[in-house]
């Protein structure tokens, strides 16, 4: 089991950048593939980007392709998301997930297992 917890969130401006951070616990960070996930007040929770056991692999949604960024660092066990270019909507809470990967470089849009318990993020326009 592992559990997360999430760090970085705030208030931006249009344009501007902000950097998330999910530390794990547990002794088998590297088992796990990782990901983020973003939920808009009146909106369903929907993925953002995925990353492999090792960070071999990448996987984003459309709307954040080319802004945003996930790394992973296991001695750390610790995944980051880069937030550039941020827009408006991109406003929401934004969680960290694990899904056990039994495959080195499997990376999937869900469902995950485990949550962290969120981190706001507002873009102003």
């Not at 344009?15 to 996930?37: D, E, H, I, V």
Request: with cysteine; net charge neutral; aromatic share 12%.
């Amino acid at each position: 089991q592992v559990q997360l917890v999430e760090s970085g969130g705030g208030l931006v401006q249009a344009g501007g950048s902000l950097r998330l951070s999910c530390a794990a616990s547990g002794r088998t960070f590297s088992s796990y593939q990782m990901a983020w996930f973003r939920q808009a007040p009146g909106e369903e929770r929907e993925f953002v980007a995925g990353i492999s056991r090792y960070g071999g692999r990448t996987f984003y949604a459309d709307s954040v392709k080319g802004r945003f960024t996930i790394s992973r660092d296991n001695a750390k066990k610790t995944v980051d998301l880069q937030m550039n270019s941020l827009k408006p909507e991109d406003t929401a809470v934004y969680y960290c997930a694990a899904k056990p990967a039994q495959i080195e470089d499997a990376v999937h849009s869900g469902p995950y297992d485990y949550w962290g318990q969120g981190t706001q993020v507002a873009v102003s326009s």
